[in-house]
């Protein structure tokens, strides 16, 4: 989670996920929020990161996927269809909503079990929410803006 975080902070919105192989325990990638400078609203950190697994040839089922928070409904589609092996998450959906961000009100889980997609990934919530919390905590100031 270290790493993800360390990714997070290099972006407007502050979301990082890094992709760590089964295997080794080694992170092969790493990604980071990017919609504001590419325009991209698609361009989440998740996203950006199965975009550079696939451009590097890489086997998504044997790796898990580190993210700062919780999915939200597009990234989860896009890690169940990418059949990653795993998710690990810092700040769920809930808290990242109950701090003012607006999301989809989906949690990966709910989302995943709704998946009739061969294989379910196996799932870590609330991996080291005192690194990950403090990135979405007062993101939203009182009025709203960012």
């Not at 290099?10 to 092969?28: F, I, K, N, T």
């Not at 550079?52 to 990234?75: I, N």
């Not at 990966?108 to 379910?120: C, E, H, P």
Request: hydrophobic letters at 45%; one cysteine or more; charged letters at 15%.
């Amino acid at each position: 989670m270290p790493v993800a975080v360390d990714w997070a902070r290099q972006a407007r919105w502050p979301y990082g996920a890094v992709l760590v192989d089964v295997g080794g325990g080694a992170v092969v990638a790493g990604a980071r929020n990017t919609t504001d400078i590419s325009g991209d609203l698609t361009a989440h950190a998740e996203v950006n990161l199965l975009r550079k697994a696939v451009e590097a040839g890489l086997d998504l089922s044997s790796h898990v996927v580190v993210t700062t928070a919780e999915p939200c409904a597009m990234c989860a589609g896009a890690l169940l269809w990418g059949r990653v092996w795993g998710v690990a998450y810092g700040t769920s959906v809930a808290k990242i909503i109950s701090y003012g961000i607006p999301q989809i009100d989906l949690s990966f889980t709910a989302i995943a079990q709704r998946s009739r997609l061969t294989g379910q990934p196996a799932v870590a919530c609330d991996v080291r929410p005192d690194l990950t919390d403090p990135l979405y905590c007062g993101l939203i100031g009182p009025t709203g803006d960012a």
